[in-house]
């Protein structure tokens, strides 16, 4: 029974990605209905990002407390209420309201399977999984796309809901193969460990600043590419919504190659091939050469996010301690969701006030910023294995 862990475990992630794009793609056509303005999608986005944060942070004790099967069932469910509350929102503060659950059930999920699935299994299937978030994140903008040629942005958030309370009673039946599974890597259990106390070992400044320019740049590209086609290309608000998808597409296709690029290549070196190709992407989407370069230009920026946070999250054991994992994943998490948190309405606040054509130049600083703290937490978990083996 054991075996079919992981394929529940890949179902759980498609579940998280399935929801994460939606109002990126569907903020077009919502936010005049709303009496919004276009910059008030990242009020929303930090309020998810903002409960994500505090889930992750305390992620370590209630996954000690209730193990990993439960959290991740009732935090998919959580997420599903949030998203009927979202279909059946007329006012643009009751999005808000239901962004909190949504949030609070995003974090405890994510944090708990990251870590299970680092300690328990090869980089092969950390990039698996997070290919099956891209899954979700993927098919999320292409169901709102269809809901939109109808005209009603409410039927592709019931839609997804109803798929996350399939899954959350397929988790709950599944609860029994959470126990000990014979296929995990052998280890130290983890332990939780206070915050004070993690940010003074060496490394961890440079790893959460490194995942907060990460998601900072995943979070406004995957945000904010619907609103760049259609109001700099100028495509059709439809079409952008599924063009949307198309950076999402790229995550992808990109983790699916990227479990395979494993068996050869180490975390280290994928991270940095996904920042290279990052850097290509911009580049397409940047030249004046017509839709065709900017629709591969935002699956190329997508094929180059796509092994670095798996390769991270995969490297944590190694870099800080198996004993450690646990605390260090609910660490990163927050990190990277306070990047997501505050750097897509940042964006918003440029598009409304600035130019929305400043989107790739945006996302240029944050791959700087990565490529910074990747090499400088690369030196120095190099020289700490050094110390250890002498």
Request: proline share 4%.
């Amino acid at each position: 029974m054991a075996s079919l862990l992981l394929p529940i475990i890949y179902l759980a992630f498609i579940s998280l990605g399935l929801p994460d794009a939606l109002l990126g793609a569907a903020w077009p056509s919502m936010y005049g209905a709303l009496g919004a303005q276009l910059s008030w999608a990242g009020i929303v986005s930090m309020i998810i990002a903002g409960c994500t944060i505090i889930s992750s942070l305390v992620s370590a004790r209630v996954t000690a407390a209730l193990g990993t099967g439960r959290v991740t069932a009732y935090s998919v469910l959580l997420t599903a209420l949030a998203l009927l509350g979202f279909s059946l929102s007329g006012a643009f503060w009751q999005l808000c309201l239901w962004a909190v659950p949504y949030g609070l059930g995003a974090g405890s999920v994510d944090a708990a399977l990251n870590s299970y699935v680092a300690l328990h299994y090869e980089s092969r299937h950390m990039s698996w999984l997070h290919c099956m978030w891209g899954v979700g994140a993927t098919v999320g903008p292409a169901v709102m796309g269809w809901a939109l040629t109808g005209g009603v942005w409410q039927d592709g958030y019931r839609i997804i809901a109803l798929a996350q309370i399939l899954l959350t009673a397929l988790l709950l039946a599944s609860l029994r193969l959470w126990k000990q599974n014979p296929g995990a890597v052998p280890g130290a259990e983890p332990e939780a460990r206070p915050i004070r106390e993690l940010l003074r070992m060496p490394g961890v400044r440079e790893v959460v600043t490194c995942f907060f320019c990460y998601c900072g740049l995943e979070a406004t590209a995957g945000m904010w590419a619907a609103s760049y086609c259609t109001l700099v290309r100028g495509i059709d608000a439809g079409t952008a919504a599924s063009w949307a998808s198309l950076f999402y597409l790229g995550i992808t296709i990109g983790r699916g190659a990227s479990g395979f690029l494993t068996y050869k290549v180490t975390d280290q070196n994928m991270i940095r091939l996904g920042q290279g190709l990052i850097a290509l992407g911009l580049a397409l989407i940047l030249l004046p050469a017509g839709d065709g370069v900017l629709f591969a230009g935002l699956i190329t920026v997508g094929l180059g996010c796509a092994p670095i946070y798996p390769s991270i999250i995969h490297e944590t054991p190694a870099n800080f301690g198996r004993e450690l994992s646990l605390s260090m994943t609910g660490l990163q998490m927050a990190c990277a969701y306070v990047g997501s948190c505050l750097m897509p309405p940042l964006f918003g606040l440029l598009a409304q006030y600035v130019w929305v054509g400043l989107y790739p130049w945006y996302l240029a600083v944050f791959l700087a910023g990565m490529v910074v703290m990747a090499e400088r937490l690369h030196r120095i978990t190099a020289a700490r294995r050094a110390g250890l083996e002498l």
